[in-house]
């Protein structure tokens, strides 16, 4: 079946714009994360939704960043007045169930990669 | 906070020769995954070991997750160029899981 999907592929904006990068995940996976990657850097946690739960959002780096799901499904992460340090890869994955170790894999997808000029 | 280490941040060899990377995690793990990136691409999921003490292979690659649950290994023999990427560890602590910094593996022209 069908990956994890993130859209834009590519974003190039300006200093102080707003961008909205869109993640719609494998059907049926009820847990999604978001994750940003500098350039040679590894992974950072952004925020995870699973299910119906509320959202922890503990890796929410300032209140520019806010992300929401709707009917448990496609994922959006805003960034609000984006600064050049914002510039990096942003990643998405979901998971089949998240409390089941056995299930727990994670499917990314290809990623947005933003450029903040 | 949980942390999983992961070292050592680069391994550059020559091809043909085996390559490894390690993670310590400050607390025991119920499980841990390894993903592979390849430059430009996206983690992708190799394996998870989930009993103490346990030993994957799949082809050249060996995972190893400690007794303690708290550390484990992947070991590449023979390094081939298509080896070339990042390898991440991530280790499901009480919550969810936690991600090594990546072993980006590189060979030697």
Same mark, same amino acid.
């Given at each position: 079946?069908?990956?994890?999907?993130?859209?834009?592929?590519?974003?190039?904006? +300006?200093?102080?714009?707003?961008?909205?990068?869109?993640?719609?995940p494998i059907s049926g996976h009820t847990a999604l994360y978001w994750?940003?990657?500098?350039?040679?850097?590894?992974? +950072?946690?952004l925020i995870y939704f699973q299910g119906n739960s509320a959202p922890?959002?503990?890796?929410?780096?300032?209140?520019?960043?806010?992300?929401?799901?709707?009917?448990?499904?496609?994922?959006?992460?805003?960034?609000?007045?984006?600064?050049?340090?914002?510039?990096?890869?942003?990643?998405?994955?979901?998971?089949?169930?998240?409390?089941?170790?056995?299930?727990?894999?994670?499917?990314?997808?290809?990623?947005?990669?933003?450029?903040?000029? | 906070?949980?942390?999983?280490?992961?070292?050592?941040?680069?391994?550059?060899?020559?091809?043909?020769?085996?390559?490894?990377?390690?993670?310590?995690?400050?607390?025991?793990?119920?499980?841990?995954?390894?993903?592979?990136?390849?430059?430009?691409?996206?983690?992708?999921?190799?394996?998870?070991?989930?009993?103490?003490?346990?030993?994957?292979?799949?082809?050249?690659?060996?995972?190893?997750?400690?007794?303690?649950?708290?550390?484990?290994?992947?070991?590449?023999?023979?390094?081939?160029?298509?080896?070339v990427g990042t390898y991440f560890c991530a280790g499901r602590g009480?919550?969810?899981?936690?991600?090594?910094?990546?072993?980006?593996?590189?060979?030697?022209?």
């Amino acid at each position: 079946g069908a990956g994890v999907s993130q859209s834009p592929s590519n974003k190039v904006t +300006e200093k102080g714009k707003d961008v909205e990068l869109r993640c719609d995940p494998i059907s049926g996976h009820t847990a999604l994360y978001w994750y940003r990657q500098s350039l040679g850097q590894g992974l +950072e946690f952004l925020i995870y939704f699973q299910g119906n739960s509320a959202p922890d959002k503990s890796g929410l780096p300032s209140d520019r960043f806010s992300a929401e799901r709707t009917g448990g499904s496609v994922s959006t992460l805003t960034i609000q007045r984006t600064q050049q340090e914002d510039s990096a890869v942003y990643l998405c994955a979901s998971s089949p169930r998240d409390s089941d170790s056995a299930k727990n894999i994670q499917y990314f997808g290809a990623g947005t990669r933003l450029s903040v000029l | 906070g949980q942390q999983v280490m992961q070292i050592p941040q680069y391994q550059h060899v020559q091809e043909g020769e085996d390559f490894t990377t390690y993670c310590n995690s400050s607390t025991t793990l119920s499980n841990i995954q390894w993903y592979k990136q390849r430059p430009g691409g996206h983690p992708v999921f190799l394996i998870q070991l989930v009993k103490s003490g346990e030993v994957k292979k799949q082809k050249r690659l060996t995972f190893q997750f400690g007794e303690a649950k708290k550390n484990s290994s992947l070991h590449i023999t023979a390094t081939q160029t298509t080896d070339v990427g990042t390898y991440f560890c991530a280790g499901r602590g009480n919550y969810q899981l936690i991600w090594g910094a990546g072993t980006k593996l590189i060979i030697k022209p």
